[in-house]
């Protein structure tokens, strides 16, 4: 069974940093993408960054280029968003999610609020 677990998020003032964090289980990480969404109230959810199975490839939103960065540990089974640079219209709920086995799957996501 797929299994993704975020963490790290929490409350943070604008020019701040978090360290967002997804634990994975249930299928075999290194052979699948990952990628990290956001979806802020009263807006569509929204792809933020992903990165291939090795990390050789990343790809961000224009929003949070030079501000954000994935990477992954295959041994670890982890996925992490950088974020720094933070502003209020960072604030969302981050899920981390892969696409395997035909599904999208998601994690229960992790809350960031940027605010002063």
């Known amino acids: 069974q797929v299994h993704l677990v975020e963490s790290g998020g929490g409350l943070v003032q604008p020019g701040g940093s978090l360290r967002l964090s997804c634990a994975a289980s249930?299928?075999?990480?290194?052979?699948?993408?990952m990628s990290w969404y956001r979806q802020a109230p009263g807006k569509e959810r929204e792809l933020v960054a992903e990165?291939?199975?090795?990390?050789?490839?990343?790809n961000y939103a224009d929003s949070v280029k030079g501000r954000f960065t994935i990477s992954r540990d295959n041994a670890k089974n982890t996925v992490w968003l950088q974020m720094n640079s933070l502003k209020s219209e960072d604030t969302a709920v981050y899920y981390c999610?892969?696409?395997?086995?035909?599904?999208?799957?998601w994690g229960q996501g992790t809350q960031v609020t940027v605010s002063s």
């Open positions: 999610s892969t696409y395997t086995r035909g599904a999208r799957y």
């Open positions: 249930g299928f075999t990480f290194s052979s699948v993408g």
């Open positions: 990165i291939t199975t090795l990390g050789g490839w990343t």
